[in-house]
């Protein structure tokens, strides 16, 4: 295990949000504590893209270290930095860090404010995420995943991120802050506490105007435990896909499903994959919408159909405009900014339609 590790990303590096009686803010004081032995230099900062980062990575890689916790890239979705650039700042920062004979652990960026200005919905996001997964697994280096490790938390928004109206992008409180330091706890200290997640998602979630004939391929992959090959279910608008090809160290699965009939209106996609260890991913994978294709108004939850789930989803958004933590931009529908009566009143008039 290192022994002496550089916290190296933006704002959620360098401890934004946190509880300001902290002597030191942020994750890496709290990793620290957490492993006996391990010093954790803080080496965040605020508002950084990855173009900059690899900018100064040079003179962190030139301090004392041995171990390069490397987490950023939501900042670049912010400022409309394609995601390929973003995967190769972040490839070359490692291999910088390989070079010196330090070893780099991968992080993925949590999740997005659902009232943040770029992305609420997470689509780039999850997108960047699984590319940050891949990356690390093609390169044989070691990942944390905070986006799946938050991304299951109940009340996530409210119980782990700071209340903060100004915030634009989302940065974790004290106890987020705690969640984050334990990711890196458990992966430094080869505790398995993630179940196989997905590192290759085509066609995208959120795509639109995808051929009626596109071909489904869904990538999974376990950096902590072989995956239980039988636990594996993947549901193509419902129906089982075929058994997926399984890779020769049990940690990697693949789909390559041709639909038996031309794909049509919202297709939906969700994954049931289990490891060794008990970690169960267990829910909607994606959504994308096939060529032709158009949702009606009030399709809040964007699944083709306009029912009672929009309206629930909409009445959780009620009244909250965009600088509110409740604000939902699908729920948004006449794009004034306000959740309202003249929102309910489309989803009302369109009540039962579907495409």
């Not at 009232?115 to 995420?129: E, I, K, M, T």
């Not at 915030?167 to 004290?174: I, R």
């Not at 506490?193 to 085509?202: G, K, R």
Request: glycine residues 12%; proline residues 7%.
């Amino acid at each position: 295990m290192p022994s002496h590790c550089k916290a190296f990303g933006d704002s959620i590096t360098a401890g934004v949000g946190d509880d300001p009686g902290r002597a030191e803010a942020g994750y890496p004081p709290r990793l620290e504590a957490l492993v006996p032995g391990l010093v954790v230099d803080n080496r965040g900062v605020g508002a950084e893209r990855t173009p900059e980062g690899l900018a100064r990575i040079d003179d962190v890689l030139a301090e004392p270290g041995d171990c390069l916790l490397l987490m950023e890239g939501t900042n670049d979705i912010s400022r409309g930095i394609s995601a390929e650039t973003t995967l190769f700042n972040l490839d070359q920062m490692a291999a910088r860090a390989s070079a010196a004979d330090w070893t780099t652990y991968h992080a993925t960026v949590i999740p997005r404010l659902p009232n943040a200005r770029f992305d609420p919905n997470n689509v780039q996001n999850q997108d960047l995420v699984q590319s940050i997964r891949r990356l690390a697994a093609s390169r044989g280096r070691g990942l944390v995943d905070p986006f799946e490790i938050f991304s299951t938390r109940r009340r996530l928004f409210h119980a782990y991120y700071y209340a903060g109206t100004e915030d634009a992008v989302g940065h974790p409180n004290s106890a987020g802050y705690d969640l984050l330091a334990s990711a890196f706890h458990d992966v430094l200290q080869a505790m398995d506490q993630v179940p196989p997640v997905p590192t290759l998602l085509i066609p995208a979630h959120g795509a639109e105007g995808v051929s009626p004939t596109s071909v489904v391929e869904v990538e999974v992959t376990d950096f902590g435990s072989a995956i239980d090959p039988g636990s594996a279910l993947l549901m193509v608008d419902g129906s089982p896909a075929p058994a997926p090809g399984v890779g020769d160290d049990g940690r990697w699965l693949h789909w390559r499903v041709s639909a038996a009939e031309p794909l049509a209106g919202v297709v939906t996609l969700s994954l049931r994959a289990g490891d060794a260890e008990g970690n169960v991913y267990d829910r909607l994978l994606g959504r994308f919408l096939v060529e032709g294709a158009v949702r009606p108004p009030g399709d809040v939850d964007r699944d083709g159909r306009v029912d009672g789930r929009d309206l629930v989803f909409l009445g959780l958004a009620f009244g909250a405009g965009s600088a509110s933590r409740r604000f939902d931009a699908d729920a948004d529908l006449d794009g004034s900014g306000q959740v309202d009566g003249e929102d309910l009143a489309i989803l009302a008039a369109n009540f039962g339609a579907s495409l």
